[in-house]
């Protein structure tokens, strides 16, 4: 292979290695976020027992995992369906894009879920 073509294969390889690491959340934290208020209008299981939130344009958001981790869909109905939310949701591909995972999730001010420590 001539020095040039190695050169890029090394480049590519690398980004695509930052790309993949920045992709994975791994501890969220206020800094890193974006604060999105909505109206829960829809509250329902889906994926690996995520407790999925829609808002009234259809954007969906998830806990992941949040029925193994002792919440469900009825309790969380009562809590915040109808209600305004504010969800704080981890930014990645070194901040140019939101995750629709919930980091935080706060109804009148009441923190419901956290993955801040």
């Known amino acids: 292979m001539k020095k040039p073509i190695k050169y890029i294969v090394v480049l590519v390889v690398v980004l695509v290695i930052a790309l993949f690491i920045d992709w ?10 974006e604060t999105v208020e909505i109206t829960a209008t829809k509250i329902y299981e889906g994926g690996e027992k995520d407790v999925f939130i829609q808002a009234p344009n259809g954007d969906s958001y998830y806990i992941n995992r949040g029925l193994e981790q002792g ?23 070194f901040g140019l894009v939101t995750s629709n995972h919930i ?11 956290t993955e801040f420590k």
Not at 104 to 113: E, S
């Open 71 to 93: 919440f469900t869909i009825d309790e969380m109905k009562k809590e915040i369906k109808n209600k305004k939310v504010t969800l704080h949701l981890p930014k990645q591909l």
């Open 103 to 113: 980091a935080q999730l706060t109804c009148r001010q009441k923190v419901i879920y």
């Open 24 to 33: 994975i959340i791994i501890k969220p934290t206020i800094y890193n976020c």
